[in-house]
């Protein structure tokens, strides 16, 4: 399975990015961009799912310099596979 999304604007414009594997080797998902709100994840399957609902996910792309995860809304991520 492949969760995309394309950096749309500032200096890193259209750098791919994934969803983010935290130290805990866990995602996060989040309908609100507060900490408190924030789910965490333990598979792509379970991302994916929770974009279906209208979750956001932090993504980044270490290999490409974007190291932060940023919060990218569920209508700007693409999902196949």
């Known amino acids: 399975m492949k969760i995309r999304a394309t950096v ?3 200096k890193n414009t259209g750098i791919l990015l994934m969803p ?6 866990m995602y996060v998902v989040s309908k609100t961009r507060f900490e408190c709100d924030y789910i965490r994840v ?9 974009i279906a ?3 956001s996910v932090r993504m980044s792309n ?3 310099g974007v190291v932060a995860p940023s919060l990218i809304r569920h209508a700007d991520i693409s999902v196949t596979g």
């Open 8 to 10: 749309m604007r500032g």
């Open 20 to 25: 983010h594997i935290y130290k805990d080797g």
């Open 42 to 50: 333990p598979s792509l399957d379970a991302v994916a799912t929770h």
């Open 53 to 55: 609902d209208g979750y």
């Open 62 to 64: 270490p290999e490409e």
